[in-house]
């Protein structure tokens, strides 16, 4: 009896213990599909996801320096003038890439020298010529879209190639009823993408200030 009573207990706490495995997987489960799902329905997720994906090392690399070499700042300040002249480029073609609020970071800490090393400086210093612009499929469905109608059926000519690009919207040039005229065209994942950016810095800025 003292045998069968021992088990008992520990063939319920196998059962137990099976029952919390599968719920668990199944939370997991359940949190990974709705992770996906957020991922590809969401602009503002996917956007979060590739800034922090070329981010994350960049922030991380400085990290581990500060970590290294928190009793020897010349040491620290030597190795973070190599991280500024290796991770600026990096930082400049991820804030081309994804456009929106980073061009605009950009643009203005390319010409603050008490705040923005001197690399990273110069590297941001193109996206005051012109912003890179958007491919012009999602814009061409964007203003057919908001106008009603396909766009043949509207203008005479459009030129696809844009007159310039902002960090949310560029300009077309188009004919209409015999005259030319400039669009402008507002990025159709504008809304979504300021949301995102502004998060994505937001906890930048944090990291930044805990270190």
């Known amino acids: 009896a003292a045998i069968g009573g021992s088990r008992a207990p520990a063939s319920l706490a196998r059962r137990c213990a099976r029952v919390a495995g599968i719920t668990a997987g199944l939370g997991v489960a359940g949190a990974s599909c709705v992770g996906v799902y957020i991922y590809a329905t969401e602009p503002g997720a996917e956007r979060a996801v590739r800034f922090w994906w070329h981010a994350g090392p960049i922030v991380a690399r400085y990290?581990?320096?500060?970590?290294?070499?928190?009793?020897?700042?010349?040491?620290?300040?030597?190795?973070?003038?190599?991280?500024?002249e290796t991770s600026a480029p990096k930082a400049r073609a991820l804030?081309?890439?994804?456009?929106?609020?980073?061009?605009?970071?950009?643009?203005?800490?390319?010409?603050?020298?008490?705040?923005v090393p001197d690399a990273y400086r110069r590297e941001f210093r193109s996206l005051q010529d012109q912003a890179p612009p958007s491919r012009w499929d999602p814009i061409k469905d964007g203003l057919e879209r908001d106008l009603g109608a396909p766009l043949d059926e509207i203008f005479t000519k459009v030129d696809t190639q844009p007159l310039g690009a902002a960090s949310i919207g560029q300009a077309h040039l188009v004919e209409w009823q015999g005259r030319n005229a400039v669009v402008k065209v507002q990025y159709p994942e504008a809304p979504s993408m300021m949301k995102a950016d502004f998060w994505c810095l937001e906890t930048l800025l944090w990291l930044i200030g805990e270190g």
Do not use: N, T
Request: hydrophobic share 40%.
């Open 63 to 84: 990290a581990w320096v500060r970590f290294l070499c928190r009793k020897d700042d010349e040491e620290r300040y030597r190795r973070y003038a190599e991280l500024h």
């Open 95 to 115: 804030i081309e890439e994804l456009r929106g609020m980073f061009i605009k970071v950009g643009q203005v800490m390319s010409v603050r020298p008490e705040v």
